[in-house]
């Protein structure tokens, strides 16, 4: 019942920035937790980051702290990832998801709804 699409991927040379969007539609009423996944070709999905929808309360894994900032526009009923000074290692495909509780998850079963997916790929 909720719609997500990712948006804001592309090619990006080491140390520099770029912001994913996820827009959602649908029972937006019912989302009180979202979060960003990304996966690489032969590896498992990985955690980036999640956010509470109400207070804007946030979780980061430690790869990205201090380079990633999750947010959201409650008005738009947007999402996003600020990632800066960007490494080869962020090279994957990003999913935003919906959580299936009422606060923040960071494992992938926590959650029931998922973008298609959008391709960041960072050179050397």
């Known amino acids: 019942q909720v719609q997500l699409v990712e948006s804001g991927g592309g090619l990006m040379q080491a140390g520099g920035s770029l912001r994913l969007s996820c827009a959602a539609s649908?029972?937006?009423?019912?989302?009180?937790?979202m979060g960003w996944f990304r996966q690489a070709p032969g590896k498992e999905r990985e955690f980036v980051a999640a956010?509470?929808?109400?207070?804007?309360?946030?979780d980061y894994a430690d790869s990205v702290k201090g380079r990633f900032t999750i947010y959201r526009d409650n008005a738009k009923i947007t999402l996003y990832l600020q990632m800066n000074s960007l490494k080869p290692e962020d090279t994957a495909l990003y999913y935003c998801?919906?959580?299936?509780?009422?606060?923040?998850?960071?494992?992938?079963?926590?959650?029931?709804?998922w973008g298609q997916g959008t391709q960041v790929t960072v050179s050397s």
């Open positions: 998801a919906k959580a299936r509780g009422t606060t923040r998850a960071t494992i992938p079963q926590e959650y029931d709804y």
């Open positions: 956010i509470n929808w109400r207070d804007g309360s946030t």
């Open positions: 649908g029972r937006t009423s019912r989302i009180y937790a």
